[in-house]
Structures are given as C-alpha cells and as structure tokens.
Nanobody, 122 residues
Framework: QVQLVESGGGLVQPGGSLRLSCAASGSIFSINVMGWYRQAPGKGRELVATITSRGTAGYADSLKGRFTISRDNAKKTVYLQMNSLKPDDTAVYYC????????????????WGQGTLVTVSS
C-alpha cells in the first residue's frame, strides 16, 4: 500500500521553529512533486510549498523567507523547516505527492498524508 506519513508536528511558542517530515512508503519507484499544504481552523486548505524531484522549490508568497522545503529522493521523504512561527501558522499540515510511479508501472496522480497538527501558542 502506497502512503504518506507525516511527523514532527506539535506545540511551539511564537518565534520558535519546527521541522516536519513526510515519508512515502510502499512499492514506489519515483515521485514527481512533493509538497505541503495546510488547513487552519475554519479555513480551506492552502498551498505551503512544493518541490520537484530535481529540487526546484516553490512557496506561497506569504511564507517565503520563513519556511524551507527540501527532499531526499533516496529516502522518498520531504521536509518542511518552519522558522519564526506565528500563531497564524497554526493548522493541520498535509503532505502531498503528485506523479507517484509505482513498481507495477502505474502512476498515481496524487496522494495525501493524514496530516499533522502544528499549534503555535504561548
């Protein structure tokens, strides 16, 4: 079974840092794009950042400079380093993968993780 498993969420004080990880498991050959989205209480899901298999990263304009996305293709893992966190960053953070090529020669268009909660509060 192909799945994404996030980790690293939790409670952090304003101004603090947190690093999220998302590992893909299953019979995966390659993943085209991996990324992070978030959904704050009472709001819709929004893009945080994406990164291609070649390492090209893109960010939501409002998060540039504070968040950094990276990935380890060999480990099929994507990371999100979050610095200078604000209460407005409180949300469930979801990992996303697009173009997941599995060993049976099929490609899954998109899969999602179950989410990890980040709470920024004093």
């Amino acid at each position: 079974q192909v799945q994404l498993v996030e980790s690293g969420g939790g409670l952090v004080q304003p101004g603090g840092s947190l690093r999220l990880s998302c590992a893909a498991s299953g019979s995966i050959f390659s993943i085209n794009v991996m990324g992070w989205y978030r959904q704050a209480p009472g709001k819709g899901r929004e893009l945080v950042a994406t990164i291609t298999s070649r390492g090209t990263a893109g960010y939501a304009d409002s998060l540039k400079g504070r968040f950094t996305i990276s990935r380890d293709n060999a480990k099929k893992t994507v990371y999100l380093q979050m610095n200078s966190l604000k209460p407005d960053d409180t949300a469930v953070y979801y990992c996303n993968a697009k173009g997941v090529a599995i060993l049976s020669a099929l490609t899954l268009p998109e899969i999602w993780g179950q989410g990890t909660l980040v709470t920024v509060s004093s």
